[in-house]
């Protein structure tokens, strides 16, 4: 519902726009960035609609929450949303591999520290990791990857160390399945798939772009080499 929200408004800003109108600011801040680079343009769009859809998904587990007695963490679900309006304006500004660190770090110190005052390892929301990974994977350059895939591993270790050694004391884990661990399961399962899915569409255009490019490269050495061959027997 948020991203066909989001898309409408992108159309009728971009209808106005052609028309002659002079769009509100404000407004302008419902349709993902436009750069130069179109490749920066659509990495920006897949992580605008990322964010738009992870503080989304944040509300409604924090409302979930907040109706089931988690108070703590709805409101550290709440702040990590307000994290992400900051991360939602470095995007803006065009720091795209910046933006897309912070919002994964973001993702990651909100996830443990509702971990940690949960169920620790054990709880549901713990299939956050390697759903950060595998979007790290896909977003992130070499560098910003091994930054994230470590802060992860640390954030895992602090978890099941905390609990071994008494850092934290954990909630104890409940033997029945409760409607808030549906919600978070299929909240997390929905943005993963979304922030895949959009990725791996990303991957194949650009592939699909870069094997056009070599096909017309060929194309124009053929016809070069053509020409040369024509003006030497001439």
């Known amino acids: 519902l948020l991203y066909l929200t989001w898309k409408t408004a992108d159309v009728l800003i971009h209808r106005k726009?052609?028309?002659?109108y002079k769009m509100d600011t404000n407004l302008n801040w419902l349709r993902s960035p436009k750069f130069e680079d179109e490749d920066k343009t659509r990495v920006a769009g897949?992580?605008?609609i990322m964010l738009l859809v992870i503080f989304?998904?944040?509300l409604v587990i924090s409302i979930t929450n907040f109706l089931v007695g988690s108070v703590g963490t709805a409101f550290a679900l709440l702040g990590g949303n307000l994290l992400i309006l900051n991360v939602i304006w470095i995007t803006r500004r065009g720091y795209i591999q910046t933006a897309a660190s912070a919002l994964l770090l973001?993702?990651?110190i909100t996830v443990t520290y509702i971990l940690q005052a949960e169920a620790g390892i054990h709880d549901v929301g713990s299939i956050t990791y390697p759903a950060l990974i595998?979007?790290?994977s896909l977003l992130l350059n070499r560098r910003n990857f091994v930054i994230i895939t470590?802060?992860?591993?640390?954030?895992v270790a602090i978890l099941t160390l905390g609990e071994l050694w008494g850092w934290f004391i954990t909630k104890p884990i409940s033997r029945e399945a409760?409607?808030?661990d549906l919600v978070t399961e299929v909240v997390i399962l929905t943005i993963t798939a979304i922030a895949v899915g959009m990725l791996a569409d990303h991957l194949r255009s650009s592939l699909a772009q870069a094997r056009q490019e070599i096909s017309e490269r060929r194309s124009a050495e053929q016809s070069l080499r053509d020409s040369e061959v024509k003006f030497r027997n001439i």
């Open 46 to 48: 897949i992580i605008y």
């Open 17 to 20: 726009e052609s028309e002659g």
């Open 134 to 136: 595998v979007i790290a």
């Open 56 to 58: 989304a998904g944040s």
């Open 178 to 180: 409760l409607p808030a």
């Open 150 to 155: 470590t802060c992860t591993i640390i954030c």
């Open 106 to 108: 973001v993702l990651l």
